[in-house]
């Protein structure tokens, strides 16, 4: 099909064809108006993205759709760019008919035989033949654009989108995957029960008492057997180790003590041994005095001093034994020191690594806490029609620098462009069992 501006209506090389009474133009075109618009299209305000029909009677090949461009402007056939962003779409039909009054053109037909067509501003048809798309987001099964119609509300776009659901949490079985991750989290509570009992064990062996300060745990909702049985073990294993470190702690006191009794022991003899040392120099060297005057003989001599070295020795060696002990003794304190310092460092090691544990659990706990309550309740709740009304909100683009957050709900109409903000609130008692 090709078409050309040719001469004006009498032109003597063609003849115009048959035109319709005006008033049967007017009454078709307002049939299709309100055919292809609806009561909408009378009030609606045109903006980009939208799509017109335009059309001439009697001239098919001249149809044609048209969207609004970005700039606000649409491409009229024999015109060219019309504005129509923020224009009603009988404003904008008025406009293409002012600005084509009165045409002639030369169609060639499919026989290749060319025609002359006259055509006027009331034979043109301009109606909405696409709105703009309404966007769903959030918590639906399938967000994104869904077509306009006339009279759609929230509920049938929810409903376009697959209907209500979390995105962050997809399950293949939500009964068994609710059951699993409630058996996880009563799980988890034990775990956070154990990881209290130990540090406040761990803190009761190193401040030195005897007994766990139940005040300082946090309460779970565990059965109380259950949280009985958790402290009065960690009970017992603080009971067991304070009585250990007491028995390692007695014998090293004990091995400190007998060495010290040694060592007075072994002192007072060396007193002896040395006395004795003394007492036999001297009669050494009294036998050599008498020995040069010829009072004893020289075996006499001898022998007293083989007897005052062995006494030296003797003196010697209990010297030596004391100087040992008194060692051992030193050893022996030092690892009552050592003991007390290693148990120490172990109770703070295992503290730090219980509590690193705790805060671990604690976390778990959390997770698993929104996982149940974003999963297996939200969805059970969604299915019984027990859980809280959905949070509803619709975004409107009033003019073109200016947004409106609307609150709605499932009955709210919704306009061409409009965005669906969807948020479920759910309603959520979880209570381990008892």
Not at 24 to 39: E, F, K, P, R, T
Not at 268 to 285: C, H, N, T
Request: charged share 30%; hydrophobic share 35%.
């Amino acid at each position: 099909m090709s078409y050309r501006r040719s001469h004006p209506l009498g032109s003597p090389s063609r003849r115009p064809r048959a035109r319709l009474p005006a008033s049967c133009l007017g009454l078709a075109v307002l049939l299709h108006a309100a055919l292809g618009s609806g009561a909408a299209a009378a009030e609606y305000l045109l903006q980009p993205g939208d799509t017109l029909e335009f059309s001439v009677a009697g001239v098919p090949d001249l149809k044609q759709k048209l969207t609004v461009d970005l700039d606000g402007a649409v491409a009229v056939p024999l015109i060219g760019q019309v504005r129509a962003a923020g224009q009603t779409v009988g404003a904008v039909r008025e406009r293409v008919r002012d600005l084509l009054p009165h045409r002639s053109l030369t169609i060639r037909g499919q026989d290749g035989r060319e025609s002359l067509t006259a055509i006027s501003g009331e034979e043109i048809t301009l109606s909405v033949a696409e709105y703009r798309p309404v966007y769903v987001s959030g918590d639906v099964a399938k967000p994104g654009e869904q077509p306009f119609r006339a009279g759609l509300s929230v509920r049938q776009a929810v409903s376009l989108a697959g209907g209500y659901d979390l995105q962050r949490f997809r399950m293949e079985s939500p009964i068994l995957q609710t059951a699993d991750l409630r058996g996880e989290y009563e799980n988890l509570w034990a775990d956070f029960a154990r990881a209290q009992a130990v540090s406040a064990r761990l803190r009761a062996e190193l401040e030195g008492r005897s007994a766990i300060d139940k005040a300082a745990l946090t309460e779970v909702p565990l059965p109380a057997p259950v949280r009985d049985r958790i402290l009065r073990n960690e009970q017992d294993l603080l009971n067991a180790r304070n009585a250990d470190v007491t028995k390692e702690r007695a014998h090293l006191r004990q091995t400190l003590k007998l060495t010290e009794d040694r060592i007075r022991t072994m002192s007072d003899q060396q007193v002896k041994e040395e006395e004795g040392a003394q007492l036999d120099a001297s009669e050494i060297e009294r036998i050599a005095d008498l020995n040069k005057r010829g009072i004893v003989p020289i075996t006499r001599a001898l022998e007293t001093r083989r007897l005052s070295l062995l006494s030296s020795t003797r003196a010697l060696q209990i010297g030596v034994q004391v100087e040992q002990t008194k060692k051992e003794r030193q050893d022996a304190t030092r690892a009552i020191d050592r003991m007390e310092d290693q148990r120490r460092g172990d109770l703070l090691r295992d503290l730090q690594d219980s509590d690193v544990k705790l805060a671990q659990t604690r976390a778990k706990l959390q997770a698993t806490g929104e996982k149940l309550l974003y999963t297996g309740v939200v969805r059970s709740q969604l299915v019984r029609g027990t859980g809280g009304a959905p949070q509803i909100t619709v975004i409107r683009r009033a003019d073109p620098a200016r947004t409106q957050r609307i609150a709605a709900d499932e009955d709210t109409d919704l306009r061409p462009g409009d965005t669906v903000e969807v948020a479920l609130r759910v309603e959520y008692d979880f209570k381990p069992t008892q």
